[in-house]
């Protein structure tokens, strides 16, 4: 799994009734013993069947400790789809944050400067004095390197200075966009 932005969670993404579908039949076509339950090998084999091939079992150990809510040991439907979602959310994201770097980064250089920075708050913010705050924030907490650009994982830190709120409307929008 990639990284996100420190200090919060990914933005949610919750399936409909068609996902969820498409989830439990990727469930049911790895649950080789039919017990209703993924050990960890037939968890691998499905993030395998999801195109993760240099997936180890040490990475299904740690998805079963990250998602096994009742402590069974292995994951069980309900608990596959909120994987699912999970591991949707994180694809979307990075695609989002992709997305946005690109915008943003008007010449293509794959770094964006304070004045392409600037620009992006200016969307969002009339008043400019909130504007060069903005700006001033982000660059200080983004800025990690202190080289006076930000390169694109240095960007994603600037979505920690934005409202938890503002990035998930912003978030859904683009996944409704990019369906």
């Given at each position: 799994?990639?990284?996100?932005?420190?200090?919060?969670g990914?933005?949610?993404?919750?399936f409909?009734?068609?996902?969820?579908?498409?989830?439990?039949?990727?469930?049911?076509?790895?649950?080789?013993d039919?017990?209703?339950?993924?050990?960890?090998?037939?968890?691998?084999?499905?993030?395998?069947a999801?195109?993760?091939?240099?997936?180890?079992?040490?990475?299904?150990?740690?998805?079963?400790?990250?998602?096994d809510?009742?402590?069974?040991?292995?994951?069980?439907?309900?608990?596959f789809v909120?994987?699912m979602?999970?591991?949707?959310?994180e694809?979307?994201?990075n695609?989002y944050?992709?997305a946005i770097?690109?915008?943003?980064?008007?010449?293509?250089?794959g770094?964006?400067?304070?004045?392409?920075?600037?620009?992006?708050?200016?969307?969002?913010?009339?008043d400019?004095?909130?504007?060069?705050g903005?700006?001033?924030?982000a660059?200080?907490t983004a800025?990690?390197?202190?080289?006076?650009?930000?390169?694109?994982?240095?960007?994603?830190?600037?979505?920690?200075?934005?409202p938890?709120?503002?990035?998930q409307?912003?978030?859904?929008?683009?996944?409704?966009?990019?369906?």
């Amino acid at each position: 799994m990639t990284s996100h932005v420190p200090g919060r969670g990914l933005p949610k993404v919750t399936f409909d009734r068609a996902m969820k579908k498409q989830c439990v039949a990727l469930f049911k076509s790895v649950d080789i013993d039919q017990s209703g339950c993924l050990d960890e090998c037939e968890l691998l084999a499905a993030m395998r069947a999801q195109g993760l091939t240099d997936a180890q079992l040490e990475d299904a150990r740690s998805l079963i400790k990250q998602f096994d809510l009742d402590g069974s040991g292995k994951i069980e439907i309900r608990e596959f789809v909120k994987l699912m979602e999970a591991t949707m959310a994180e694809d979307l994201y990075n695609d989002y944050i992709n997305a946005i770097f690109a915008y943003v980064d008007k010449d293509g250089s794959g770094e964006v400067s304070k004045e392409e920075l600037r620009k992006l708050f200016e969307i969002t913010e009339a008043d400019s004095e909130l504007i060069e705050g903005s700006v001033a924030l982000a660059w200080e907490t983004a800025d990690t390197d202190r080289d006076g650009i930000l390169t694109k994982d240095e960007f994603r830190l600037v979505l920690s200075t934005l409202p938890t709120e503002a990035v998930q409307r912003s978030f859904d929008m683009f996944c409704r966009n990019n369906k």
